[in-house]
């Protein structure tokens, strides 16, 4: 009895022949070819020539085998599909003269250095002002809640200064189902989007009407209704998360994008290149946007890493990269827009490296003049500044003028120190609070730890002032 048949048989896969018996002809020749043991591939003429091959579909299987064809003056592999061969020994080294350019789209005094932009500013001029409108309001909650923090009014803040036309500027080219998750400057892409006073100071000061119940810290926000995911403290974690928020649209088949917002520093952890190697090589529509303003807390970025910036790493993982002018409003606007319409047309993603100098503090914590000199800082206000840029754009058009400006800014500091005093009269979330939201039903270990501390507040309730708090003592409540 011979079992040469079926032994011979079984070396290919029953799911691999199943496969190959659905193929056109050419292509199960191609698959024999593969699986044979006894036949050979047929010979190519010595010298041929590779050519670019596509060997995968963002992670909707491979399109066609990668071949080494016999004579071939270049590696073709799936590690690297076509590089050629060569006998000159060299260390690819970065070239100082070739860093990836900056795009720009108007100056430094607001004229128009790009013609070919293809923005129809003539019927943008209400979207202008509300742009700058949404700028320069962060900046002045920025003012007030700084100097607030320093009161004790509240417990922390990072400011927005010098990097609002990043914020304001690519939230104006996104769609209202972009889902969005952000750092801790993007302030300007909440209150583009929508989100009030009321709401911005409701999370500052923790009290009743947050969204987040008074359970994170200052500058943390959080808006269902905006699409705008909580901002967590620890730096890249929401990298990943955007990833895969942009894989689960691409799944829906949804026209929307993801977008996540980053500092350069948070490019040097670990989730930033699993986050662009997962969005790389499954296809996700998702839109990186760094903002690489000099430092990382109290570390340059010249101490941070080596090499060109965040761009070259985007190139590196083979996803489409640009570099802009991040205080020019207009040229990150007009490169999120085509960002955007090629994640969703095309089904990948983009990174987009905004450059602008940090002109503020990292936080209400630091210091940074203990690492950087006052007068570099004060340069930086003086020569540039988003803000003053596009006002300089309007006053070309006469769109604005000093009165109008005047006016504006007189009102909006109105309009957020009623915000603020509102928000600071609120009382505390309920301190119930607590526990909720963990699980669909608080756990029975929730449901004794709450009995605990209920009974601890009858007994020693003069030791605690639970007057600003929702219920006072009592409200803490035992939920069966």
Same mark, same amino acid.
């Given at each position: 009895m011979s079992f040469a048949g079926p032994l011979r048989r079984s070396l290919i896969p029953r799911t691999s022949r199943t496969i190959a018996s659905r193929y056109p002809c050419p292509k199960r020749r191609c698959f024999a070819t593969a699986t044979s043991a006894t036949s050979e591939a047929p010979r190519e003429p010595e010298g041929?020539?590779? #050519?670019? !091959?596509? #060997?995968g579909d963002g992670g909707a299987g491979t399109i066609r085998p990668v071949r080494q064809r016999h004579g071939s003056d270049r590696l073709v592999f799936p590690g690297a599909v076509n590089s050629k061969f060569t006998n000159r020994l060299v260390f690819r080294q970065q070239d100082p003269s070739k860093a990836i350019d900056t795009y720009r789209v108007m100056d430094t005094e607001g004229q128009i250095i790009d013609e070919t932009h293809g923005i129809d500013f003539d019927n943008m001029?209400?979207?202008?002002?509300? +742009?700058? $409108? $949404? +700028? #320069?309001t962060v900046s002045i !909650?920025?003012?007030? +809640?700084?100097? $607030?923090?320093?009161?004790g009014r509240i417990s922390f803040y990072i400011v927005n200064a010098g990097e609002e036309g990043i914020a304001v500027g690519s939230a104006a080219a996104l769609g209202e189902h972009d889902t969005i998750y952000a750092q801790y400057r993007e302030a300007g #892409?909440? !209150?583009?989007?929508?989100?009030t006073l009321d709401e911005f100071m409701a999370q500052c000061f923790s009290n009743c009407k947050d969204h987040g119940k008074g359970r994170n810290m200052p500058i943390h926000y959080s808006s269902k209704k905006l699409n705008f995911h909580p901002i967590s403290s620890t730096l890249a974690t929401q990298l990943p998360h955007a990833s895969g928020a942009g894989y689960a649209l691409k799944m829906e088949r949804t026209p929307a994008c993801a977008v996540t917002y980053f500092g350069e520093g948070a490019a040097s952890e670990g989730d930033f290149h699993a986050a662009l190697n997962i969005a790389a090589?499954?296809? =996700?529509?998702?839109?990186?946007? =760094?903002?690489?303003n000099g430092y990382a807390i109290s570390t340059p970025t010249l101490e941070q890493y080596k090499g060109d910036g965040i761009a070259s790493r985007g190139v590196g993982y083979g996803i489409d990269t640009i570099r802009v002018d991040g205080n020019d409003t207009w040229a990150v606007y007009k490169v999120t827009k085509e960002a955007r319409e090629l994640a969703i047309s095309q089904q990948k993603p983009v990174l987009i490296e905004a450059m602008s100098y940090r002109v503020s503090h990292h936080s209400t914590s630091d210091d940074s003049f203990a690492y950087r000199a006052r007068v570099e800082v004060e340069d930086w206000k003086r020569r540039d500044n988003p803000i003053t840029r596009l006002r300089k754009f309007m006053e070309l058009r006469n769109w604005w003028d000093q009165e109008k400006d005047t006016q504006l800014r007189q009102q909006l500091r109105k309009d957020v120190l009623k915000a603020f005093n509102n928000a600071e009269r609120e009382k505390k979330p309920a301190i119930s609070k607590l526990w909720e939201d963990t699980y669909d039903k608080p756990t029975k270990d929730q449901q004794s730890q709450m009995q605990e501390m209920k009974d601890i507040l009858e007994r020693y309730g003069e030791e605690y002032d639970l007057e600003g708090y929702e219920g006072g003592k009592n409200g803490v409540v035992p939920k069966r």
């Amino acid at each position: 009895m011979s079992f040469a048949g079926p032994l011979r048989r079984s070396l290919i896969p029953r799911t691999s022949r199943t496969i190959a018996s659905r193929y056109p002809c050419p292509k199960r020749r191609c698959f024999a070819t593969a699986t044979s043991a006894t036949s050979e591939a047929p010979r190519e003429p010595e010298g041929t020539k590779e #050519v670019p !091959m596509t #060997v995968g579909d963002g992670g909707a299987g491979t399109i066609r085998p990668v071949r080494q064809r016999h004579g071939s003056d270049r590696l073709v592999f799936p590690g690297a599909v076509n590089s050629k061969f060569t006998n000159r020994l060299v260390f690819r080294q970065q070239d100082p003269s070739k860093a990836i350019d900056t795009y720009r789209v108007m100056d430094t005094e607001g004229q128009i250095i790009d013609e070919t932009h293809g923005i129809d500013f003539d019927n943008m001029k209400e979207q202008t002002l509300k +742009m700058y $409108s $949404s +700028m #320069v309001t962060v900046s002045i !909650m920025d003012q007030i +809640m700084y100097d $607030s923090q320093r009161q004790g009014r509240i417990s922390f803040y990072i400011v927005n200064a010098g990097e609002e036309g990043i914020a304001v500027g690519s939230a104006a080219a996104l769609g209202e189902h972009d889902t969005i998750y952000a750092q801790y400057r993007e302030a300007g #892409v909440l !209150m583009y989007r929508g989100y009030t006073l009321d709401e911005f100071m409701a999370q500052c000061f923790s009290n009743c009407k947050d969204h987040g119940k008074g359970r994170n810290m200052p500058i943390h926000y959080s808006s269902k209704k905006l699409n705008f995911h909580p901002i967590s403290s620890t730096l890249a974690t929401q990298l990943p998360h955007a990833s895969g928020a942009g894989y689960a649209l691409k799944m829906e088949r949804t026209p929307a994008c993801a977008v996540t917002y980053f500092g350069e520093g948070a490019a040097s952890e670990g989730d930033f290149h699993a986050a662009l190697n997962i969005a790389a090589t499954r296809g =996700c529509p998702t839109l990186f946007v =760094c903002r690489n303003n000099g430092y990382a807390i109290s570390t340059p970025t010249l101490e941070q890493y080596k090499g060109d910036g965040i761009a070259s790493r985007g190139v590196g993982y083979g996803i489409d990269t640009i570099r802009v002018d991040g205080n020019d409003t207009w040229a990150v606007y007009k490169v999120t827009k085509e960002a955007r319409e090629l994640a969703i047309s095309q089904q990948k993603p983009v990174l987009i490296e905004a450059m602008s100098y940090r002109v503020s503090h990292h936080s209400t914590s630091d210091d940074s003049f203990a690492y950087r000199a006052r007068v570099e800082v004060e340069d930086w206000k003086r020569r540039d500044n988003p803000i003053t840029r596009l006002r300089k754009f309007m006053e070309l058009r006469n769109w604005w003028d000093q009165e109008k400006d005047t006016q504006l800014r007189q009102q909006l500091r109105k309009d957020v120190l009623k915000a603020f005093n509102n928000a600071e009269r609120e009382k505390k979330p309920a301190i119930s609070k607590l526990w909720e939201d963990t699980y669909d039903k608080p756990t029975k270990d929730q449901q004794s730890q709450m009995q605990e501390m209920k009974d601890i507040l009858e007994r020693y309730g003069e030791e605690y002032d639970l007057e600003g708090y929702e219920g006072g003592k009592n409200g803490v409540v035992p939920k069966r």
